[in-house]
């Protein structure tokens, strides 16, 4: 029992995580119908950004921890989204009416050439940082000494989580930004025709996932204290799995498909061997696509008359 | 004849895909508070005038121009969403183009979205109620639920749009169309599909719109009965070509149109003097 709550608040927290990356797949598949495999880069290089800007910080010393580390969240966030933003213009919008599959090697190719670039620039070793939020809460102790933690870093993660999704959430329900969003999801030439900008609204939508996309970089800087140039590819693939899981084109299912495949992942090692969690996680994604490829909360693709 | 330029001046359009001549040199004009039509047989390029209007299409030659607030708008020159934004030309589609996953309302807001995201400064702090975003929406909510009503959907407004009938998707998307306060509204043959009743409320609120809202409207269709009925001027094409423009009596009686529209044997006569 105890050794099963432990587990249910790792695999919450690195569920969180997915769900945040993963919304930045959802949100593009849903406008522009394709997947921007180089996602996975762009959270590595919001991770990136925080490491430095903390080190910039710390180096310079003084002030408190909490006004620091927010002042670090809102620097890889902006930074970041210039990167998202780029690579929409650069990468994508050129080839926005050419077929589906140039545009989807064009993402391969700039998730080649941004991890290689933070390679050359910073160096292919770990990259490390000292623990900055210390502390836990003991939950439970058991005879033979074991003890249910939760870290004042699992809980800031999921509560950073739950009030970013919830955010992001009623931006999508109840704003202008995010009824245009809808908009050109459903019919972009449309959207155009009532005067709805929807080369800027693609370029949001890029810089949203972005942001919450350094959101996660930022939280895993600080939960595992080790990052190297390479961590975009698994975390992008293990988000993008939890995105076809919940059903590509949804943001709730991101947000759930994120929080399952973390569950699955933690408790898979937890139970089974540590080994075969990335099999495990991956094997989730075959059978999704088998049964059930709209997702969990997916609605079928239905043709356009 | 006034000197004031008329709400839309189209001179010397042609439309070229490859060596096909869809629309061949076609001029004409639309004024505020009339309803202009434009009918001819299928393939005649009605609805390629629209999408050169809307800029789905970029024509090969011509001008087309939009006096609004007395500024001059050459539309083939105008990004997309612009066309509709700034020189205010809304329009709606043969085969209905709503957004089918929002409400009825919603896809009324939606087309307020410039006015929004003005007033939210063009950003999400619209979330937290700053700026006048507030009161531009329930300005919004205001308009649309005028509409709403003119459209008489009032009752359906949080359904999803998709579930609605054929009928009212259709007067859903000419409110649609009338929430963004256009100053030409475009209806590409709105009567499509209408059982009478329906073509008969469509003819009512035709009639509305242009008495009530100071706007010109542009009409594709094939339905005699509505061209005819309402239209204070009707633009014949065939083939690309204008060939012939005037009032509905005038084009009724004009040969070349009988000729193009009919064929010229005596049943058809009969049906277009009765029509």
């Known amino acids: 029992m105890e050794y099963f709550l432990q587990q249910l608040i790792n695999g919450l927290t690195l569920g969180a995580i997915y769900g945040l990356i993963a919304i930045g797949y959802t949100m593009v598949y849903g406008i522009i119908g394709m997947i921007n495999f180089a996602h996975g880069e762009i959270y590595m290089i919001g991770a990136f950004i925080s490491l430095i800007s903390i080190m910039l910080l710390e180096s310079l010393a003084g002030g408190s921890v909490i006004v620091a580390l927010f002042v670090v969240l809102i620097v890889a966030m902006i930074l970041t989204s210039l990167y998202g933003w780029a690579l929409e213009r650069i990468a994508y919008r050129p080839l926005r009416s050419s077929p589906r599959l140039a545009a989807l090697i064009s993402a391969i190719g700039m998730s080649i050439a941004l991890g290689n670039y933070i390679q050359l620039t910073q160096g292919a070793r770990n990259k490390t940082l000292q623990p900055i939020v210390q502390g836990n809460l003991e939950l439970m102790k058991r005879d033979d000494g074991f003890t249910v933690v939760l870290s004042y870093m699992q809980i800031g993660i999921i509560v950073t989580t739950i009030v970013l999704m919830a955010a992001f959430s009623l931006m999508i329900a109840k704003t202008s930004l995010g009824r245009a969003q809808r908009a050109c999801e459903q019919d972009r030439t449309m959207a155009s025709l009532l005067g709805v900008n929807v080369d800027r609204t693609i370029s949001l939508t890029f810089v949203m996932g972005a942001a919450l996309a350094a959101v996660a970089g930022f939280l895993v800087v600080l939960y595992y204290g080790v990052i190297d140039f390479y961590i975009g590819f698994l975390a992008g693939i293990k988000a993008f799995t939890a995105a076809v899981l919940g059903g590509i084109g949804s943001i709730p299912g991101a947000m759930l498909g994120g929080l399952l495949i973390g569950l699955i992942e933690a408790f898979w090692s937890g139970y089974f061997s540590i080994e075969y969690k990335d099999v495990a996680a991956f094997a989730i994604l075959v059978l999704v696509l088998i049964f059930r490829p709209t997702g969990l909360l997916g609605r079928p693709e239905v043709e356009k008359v | 004849m006034t000197d004031a330029p008329p709400l839309l001046r189209v001179e010397h359009l042609s ?59 050459q539309l083939e020159q105008l990004e997309d969403y612009r066309i509709a934004r700034d020189a205010g030309v809304a329009r709606t589609f043969q085969n209905i183009r709503i957004f089918p996953q929002m409400s009825v309302l919603e896809n009324l807001i939606v087309a307020q979205h410039h006015v929004l995201m003005k007033a939210s400064g063009y950003s999400a702090l619209a979330l937290i109620g700053i700026g006048g975003y507030r009161k531009a929406e329930r300005e919004a909510v205001a308009l649309a639920r005028y509409w709403l009503e003119r459209v008489n959907l009032v009752e359906r407004a949080d359904e999803d749009a998709g579930s609605l009938s054929y009928g009212a998707q259709r007067r859903l998307e000419i409110a649609r169309a009338m929430c963004m306060r256009p100053a030409l509204l475009c209806l590409d043959e709105p009567a499509a599909g209408l059982n009478p009743r329906e073509t008969g409320e469509l003819n009512d609120l035709l009639g509305f719109i242009r008495a009530e809202h100071d706007i010109g409207l542009l009409l594709i269709e094939h339905d005699m009965g509505v061209v005819m009925g309402i239209s204070d001027k009707v633009v014949v094409l065939d083939y690309g070509r204008k060939i012939a423009d005037g009032t509905p009596e005038q084009v009724r009686n004009d040969p070349a149109v009988i000729r193009a529209y009919l064929g010229e044997e005596d049943d058809a006569l009969e049906f277009v003097g009765g029509a």
């Open chain 2, 15 to 73: 439309m070229h895909f490859g060596g096909l001549v869809a629309i061949d040199d076609l001029s004409f004009d639309a004024a505020r508070g009339e309803i202009t039509a434009i009918i001819g047989p299928n393939g005649a390029g009605k609805t390629t005038v629209f999408n050169c209007l809307t800029g789905f299409y970029k024509p090969t030659v011509g001008r087309l121009t939009m006096q609004r607030d007395d500024t001059p708008w």
